[in-house]
């Protein structure tokens, strides 16, 4: 048996993450990728970005003093490779690449910005194969802070895929949101057109979160009706509700609502009835690409 341990750092709009994983290899069995630890920092870099255009010197401290912190955590547990990816937030903020060379200066670490179609890439290269059967389509829709990443499989392959400029952090006033919805309305049913037996895959930490709200087997889908009950009950409770009464974090509590709405959109234009979610994101694509040296 072959234990190898590597690491992955997503920098979202909303949080940054890292993700250590052991990979475990034993001949005549496929590889198993299993979590170590996982650290989620609410970094909220997404509020910079799309309201100033730039992120501020608080955050690239705070980032800073993550990213120190992440290499301290990933030399303790012996992690032999790790990649950084930034998305929609770094790579929309004027002083991005500077931030780059800054936090490579202070900790050795690299970040990777990635556009919206690598970071689709990465995710596919997750374990979405045990889940996608040869016979159905699928639309994955990745709702992160400042982008929402939707790919459409079919007959066990991608057909399309594309990243557009809404999240959870960047919801705009309703004519914006409005605008944008229209446009992913079109391509969902350009991309579906002449599709049957069509259903999500969920990626992200708020429907993660919903779906362990929901008490749900891992691996039974959640139904379209119970996501629009949810997505009022989730409406009609104050922001300090759902955080005493709830449980969120202060950081979630306040975009599950806008990533709900995301998702049942997606739902209602494809036609799905049912949402798979399989608790996987950036980081675990990030780790897989590493060890299968599709990622360097």
């Not at 007959?155 to 914006?176: E, H, L, M, P, W």
Request: aromatic share 8%; proline share 2%.
């Amino acid at each position: 048996m072959d234990i190898k341990k590597y690491a992955a750092i997503d920098i979202g709009s909303n949080a940054i993450r890292l993700l250590i994983s052991n990979v475990i290899q034993k001949e005549g069995i496929a590889p198993q990728y299993r979590k170590s630890a996982l650290v989620r920092v609410p970094i909220r870099l997404g509020a910079d970005t799309f309201t100033t255009g730039e992120i501020s010197s608080n955050n690239i401290a705070r980032l800073t003093d993550a990213m120190t912190a992440f290499k301290l955590l990933m030399k303790v547990h012996g992690v032999e490779k790790f990649k950084a990816c930034a998305t929609s937030a770094m790579r929309e903020a004027r002083n991005g690449k500077e931030i780059v060379d800054i936090i490579e200066k202070a900790t050795g670490i690299e970040i990777n910005i990635i556009d919206g179609k690598t970071e689709a890439a990465i995710i596919s290269t997750t374990d979405l194969k045990e889940l996608i059967l040869g016979n159905r389509s699928y639309l994955y829709v990745d709702v992160g802070g400042g982008s929402t990443e939707f790919t459409f499989f079919s007959n066990g392959k991608i057909v399309n895929s594309k990243s557009f400029k809404i999240g959870t952090v960047r919801f705009g006033n309703k004519k914006s949101n409005k605008e944008i919805f229209k446009k992913i309305e079109q391509w969902i049913q350009e991309v579906t057109v002449n599709k049957s037996k069509i259903a999500l895959i969920g990626s992200g930490g708020n429907i993660n979160k919903i779906f362990k709200m929901s008490g749900r087997p891992l691996g039974k889908p959640l139904s379209y009706i119970y996501m629009r009950a949810h997505y009022e009950f989730l409406k009609k409770m104050s922001y300090v509700d759902r955080i005493s009464e709830l449980g969120l974090n202060p950081d979630r509590a306040d975009v599950i609502i806008p990533a709900t709405k995301i998702y049942l959109n997606a739902m209602k234009w494809s036609g799905a009835t049912k949402i798979y979610v399989p608790k996987i994101g950036l980081a675990d694509g990030i780790i897989k690409g590493l060890h299968l040296g599709k990622l360097s």
